[in-house]
């Protein structure tokens, strides 16, 4: 049973940081989604199984920073410069393959999720 576990969401001014974790039950290829209340989940930024390969939507790149340290089977979040239109649920998602897509149908195991809310 594979099980993730997000964390370090919160509350937090516009230009503010945080940085999301999501402790896994072993290493896999893992996504970092966000829904906002009324729009649909979207892809937010993937790290390969080995950590060598990354993917970031537009909406965020030079902002957050995908990581991944494997001898703790956690992959982290870091955002920066947030935006209040960062606000959203954080789930994290893990599959078997060894990159990470876009596709949320690409992901077999999801944790539960962890609000981030950036106020202006």
């Known amino acids: 049973q594979v099980q993730l576990v997000e964390s370090g969401g919160g509350l937090v001014q516009a230009g503010g940081s945080l940085r999301l974790s999501c402790a896994a039950s072993g290493i896999y290829a893992t996504g970092w989604f966000r829904q906002a209340p009324g729009k649909e989940r979207e892809f937010v930024a993937g790290?390969?199984?080995?950590?060598?390969?990354?993917l970031y939507a537009d909406s965020v790149k030079g902002r957050f920073t995908i990581s991944r340290d494997n001898a703790k089977n956690t992959v982290y979040l870091q955002m920066s410069s947030l935006k209040p239109e960062d606000t959203a649920a954080y789930y994290c998602?893990?599959?078997?393959?060894?990159?990470?897509?876009?596709?949320?149908?690409?992901?077999?195991?999801w944790g539960q999720g962890t609000q981030v809310t950036v106020s202006s």
């Open positions: 790290i390969s199984w080995g950590g060598g390969s990354t």
């Open positions: 998602a893990a599959r078997n393959g060894p990159s990470a897509p876009t596709r949320e149908v690409s992901y077999a195991y």
